[in-house]
């Protein structure tokens, strides 16, 4: 497979994403920022969404090792968006709220395009 045709899929795949894909809102907070030597809050933390649309499935039973993914864990296939999803985010999914366990993105040139979301109840 050519460079132009793993980037034709690229582009192929994000586009069936955008369309059809289910909407998913992440949500996250940075901890506080302190001043180290004088121990006074510098920022109190931010708050924010973001926005992405993706297909979620099921992990097939090989995949599942009870440990590092679990029955009833959801494998989200999602475009990328500005942040890259961490542990510890939350993932509004179909009105169920779920929670970041694992985010593996896949790169072109440098840039995330797609993420693999491992979310968890």
Not at 9 to 22: P, Q, R, T, V, Y
Not at 43 to 65: F, K
Request: with cysteine.
């Amino acid at each position: 497979m050519s460079l132009a045709d793993a980037q034709a899929d690229i582009e192929s795949a994000l586009e069936a994403l955008m369309e059809s894909g289910e909407k998913a809102v992440f949500s996250y907070q940075s901890d506080p920022v302190f001043d180290n030597d004088t121990g006074d809050l510098i920022s109190g933390g931010t708050t924010g969404t973001q926005t992405a649309y993706g297909y979620p499935e099921n992990y097939s039973n090989s995949e599942i090792d009870g440990t590092n993914i679990q029955r009833g864990d959801i494998k989200l296939i999602c475009s990328a968006g500005k942040l890259r999803p961490v542990v510890g985010w939350l993932c509004l999914l179909d009105s169920v709220s779920y929670r970041v366990m694992n985010c593996e993105p896949i790169r072109e040139s440098g840039v995330d395009v797609i993420y693999y979301v491992q979310l968890r109840k």
